[in-house]
């Protein structure tokens, strides 16, 4: 089917309001970009889900990355998203202020270099993400273990996403269905979301990220929610160029080489189980003591941080939304990340 067609079919639905949780932030962006929400029926709601691996951070996480920065001897490496998150102690951005020694990378993989050129030097990656980008993590100390580097140390908030969608279908029953996200089912692939479908009936579809691709995948959605009947919701895969059925085996192989699972916080969701990747015990003296950072920050009443992170409610609909708080002045991660809700309303608002 053309997309003008699809498009005609999602602006003339009229049935019950079905919502539509895009998993993935960048999703998310393209949607605002594209335009798409003016595209369809207003009976379709799409809304973001916990696909930024910064804003489910706690600030426990961020306060440890702040005493690293400050120790003596030691550098703190991050990638950008991560400076202007808020914990207790303040962020990075206002501690490398204060003279903090926090670097960004571009790849983990050049901190091995630096490491090797600094050797009285300890350099701690703040290691965030979902199973996308732990493959480069593993990579590094691979890297680093062959070439003898003992400087380098991984504090890690790494975490993945089925166990978390499971605890959204398990206590959030206003989602009708979920966008898979791209990037991730390129690690983890599609079939992996078979026993979501079949246990909680909710039709999974996995998406690239150009605007025509996130219409199909609305289209799918609709369409098999429309017929509706005891057993039927399925998974498929729209997204075959980029994402195998059964992912990526070579990732899936590296990260298994160095970490395992455990419990971990996520922020709007708490502790769920299993859903965090932390080094292994045979290679924990490349650990920054990354367990056990579950201590989140006491925000305001009005901020509804935890709630856009899990889909109730749209970031505009958030009492402190590009006031009290905005990308110069956040309260919560996601008006900080570049895959943020709010900060990608904000932008496009």
């Known amino acids: 089917?053309?997309?003008?067609?699809?498009?005609?079919?999602?602006?003339?639905?009229?049935?019950?309001?079905?919502?539509?949780?895009?998993?993935?932030?960048?999703?998310?962006?393209?949607?605002?970009?594209?335009?798409?929400?003016?595209?369809?029926?207003?009976?379709?709601?799409?809304?973001?889900?916990?696909?930024?691996?910064?804003?489910?951070?706690?600030?426990?996480?961020?306060?440890?990355?702040?005493?690293?920065a400050m120790k003596e001897n030691h550098v703190l490496v991050t990638f950008g998203d991560m400076m202007k998150v808020p914990g207790e102690k303040g962020s990075l951005s206002q501690v490398r202020g204060e003279g903090a020694k926090v670097e960004l990378m571009y790849?983990?993989?050049?901190?091995?270099?630096?490491?090797?050129?600094?050797?009285?030097?300890?350099?701690?990656?703040?290691?965030?993400?979902?199973?996308?980008?732990?493959?480069?993590?593993?990579?590094?100390?691979e890297e680093a273990i062959q070439a003898g580097v003992k400087n380098i140390k991984l504090l890690t908030a790494l975490k993945t996403v089925m166990p978390a969608l499971?605890?959204?279908?398990?206590?959030?029953?206003?989602?009708?269905?979920?966008?898979?996200?791209?990037?991730?089912?390129?690690?983890?692939?599609s079939e992996v979301y078979e026993s979501l479908a079949e246990r909680y009936q909710r039709p999974f579809v996995v998406a690239g990220f150009e605007p025509e691709h996130i219409l199909v995948a609305i289209y799918d959605i609709v369409g098999q929610i429309s017929k509706h009947s005891e057993h039927d919701a399925e998974v498929h895969n729209r997204y075959k160029n980029a994402v195998k059925a059964e992912g990526n085996k070579k990732a899936q192989e590296?990260?298994?080489?160095?970490?395992?699972?455990?419990?971990?916080?996520?922020?709007?969701?708490?502790?769920?189980?299993?859903?965090?990747?932390?080094?292994?015990?045979?290679y924990r003296e490349y650990d920054g003591g990354s367990r056990g950072l579950d201590r989140d920050i006491e925000l305001p009443e009005s901020c509804r941080c935890g709630d856009v992170i899990i889909g109730r409610i749209n970031p505009n609909e958030c009492p402190m939304f590009g006031t009290a708080c905005n990308p110069t002045n956040p309260y919560g991660p996601c008006m900080v990340s570049s895959e943020g809700a709010c900060g990608i309303w904000y932008r496009n608002r």
């Open 1 to 68: 089917m053309k997309v003008e067609n699809i498009i005609n079919c999602l602006k003339e639905y009229d049935g019950p309001e079905i919502r539509i949780m895009e998993v993935c932030g960048t999703h998310t962006a393209s949607i605002f970009k594209s335009g798409i929400r003016s595209l369809i029926s207003s009976k379709i709601r799409l809304i973001s889900g916990p696909g930024c691996p910064v804003c489910v951070t706690p600030a426990a996480y961020i306060d440890q990355c702040i005493c690293y």
């Open 107 to 141: 790849s983990p993989m050049e901190v091995v270099e630096k490491a090797k050129k600094n050797p009285n030097t300890t350099y701690v990656i703040a290691a965030v993400g979902f199973e996308t980008t732990v493959p480069a993590y593993a990579l590094t100390m």
């Open 166 to 189: 499971k605890w959204i279908c398990e206590n959030e029953q206003g989602i009708d269905g979920f966008i898979g996200p791209g990037h991730v089912s390129v690690i983890i692939g």
């Open 254 to 282: 590296i990260i298994s080489r160095y970490f395992e699972p455990g419990k971990a916080m996520w922020r709007g969701l708490g502790i769920i189980e299993d859903s965090g990747l932390y080094i292994k015990e045979e």
